[in-house]
């Protein structure tokens, strides 16, 4: 009697059990993906500047000195966002800067740095855009000069400029260091904005970190160590409540692009990976370059 009505009973709740415990593996990569999407700045590139702009359907302007970029649509829409990508297609865009299609993504998309990202990362970040409510919106058309509408141009830019591969922790730098590192260098690239560019729009590999104007007359500063120039006076209890709160030494409050990031980025982060991504920023090489103030 106990044996007969104990095998029932474990095929009733074998099963069961076994999805409760997949169904949590699956919530926590979604929660993940969620963490991973603020911390890689993509809310301020996908989601418009408006107060009823729908969340990641695309349209907020990127200004360069090529032209006006536009965030596209990442939501699960299956005709004007990503719902028909598979997660390949994804890990390939991301890796790759190439598009289902075969096509080169311009670098306004930061795939130079999200090329570092982990598998897993890039797993969970999948995940999390799957949960997102589809929004039917067109992508806007790019307004470009006239020489960077020719996309087959972008395969001589990757040949100069990028460099696929996964983030390689330092073995002789610390845990926290490098986590700072991999935050900086592949998620929330901020040598993309922080950097000046070559004339053919690379990252000049003599000056990351060192500040430049944006092509919309934002200054973006130089935040390595310099104390002249750049972050070299500020102690890292200020760093650490800039990205928090957007509250600088002074008792201003950032503004423009890096408000932004602030607000919809590094805000939303842990106060350890805040403290990482310090700790990565302090021990940058000082670097002496003065930004001109913003127009």
């Known amino acids: 009697m106990a044996a007969a009505f104990l095998f029932p009973f474990l095929l009733v709740t074998g099963p069961g059990t076994a999805q409760s415990s997949e169904n949590a593996e699956v919530s926590e990569q979604v929660r993940q993906g969620e963490y991973l999407l603020r911390a890689g700045g993509c809310v301020s590139c996908h989601t418009e500047k408006t107060d009823d702009a729908p969340f990641l359907a695309g349209g907020r302007a990127i200004e360069s000195p090529f032209g006006t970029f536009y965030g596209p649509n990442i939501t699960p829409d299956p005709d004007t966002g990503i719902g028909r990508w598979s997660e390949e297609d994804f ?160 008792g201003d409050f950032a503004g423009g692009a890096m408000g932004d990031v602030i607000s919809e980025g590094t805000s939303h982060l842990t106060d350890d990976d805040r403290r990482a991504l310090v700790v990565y920023l302090r021990a940058l090489d000082p670097i002496e370059n003065r930004v001109p103030p913003a127009d």
């Open 91 to 250: 890990a390939r865009a991301l890796r790759h800067g190439i598009s289902p299609r075969g096509r080169h993504y311009y670098p306004a998309f930061p795939y130079t740095s999200y090329t570092r990202m982990r598998s897993e990362d890039i797993a969970a970040l999948w995940a999390y855009l799957q949960t997102v409510e589809p929004v039917h919106r067109e992508n806007r058309e790019h307004e470009l000069v006239w020489y960077a509408g020719f996309r087959p141009g972008l395969h001589l830019w990757k040949f100069l400029h990028f460099r696929p591969g996964e983030f390689e922790p330092r073995p002789d730098a610390t845990d926290e260091w490098n986590r700072g590192a991999y935050l900086s260098r592949a998620l929330a690239h901020c040598a993309e904005c922080h950097s000046p560019r070559t004339r053919t729009g690379g990252l000049d590999p003599q000056r990351l970190y060192a500040g430049a104007r944006m092509g919309g007359g934002d200054a973006m500063p130089n935040i390595t160590p310099d104390r002249e120039t750049g972050i070299g006076r500020w102690r890292a209890g200020h760093l650490l409540r800039y990205l928090d709160l957007g509250m600088d030494p002074d």
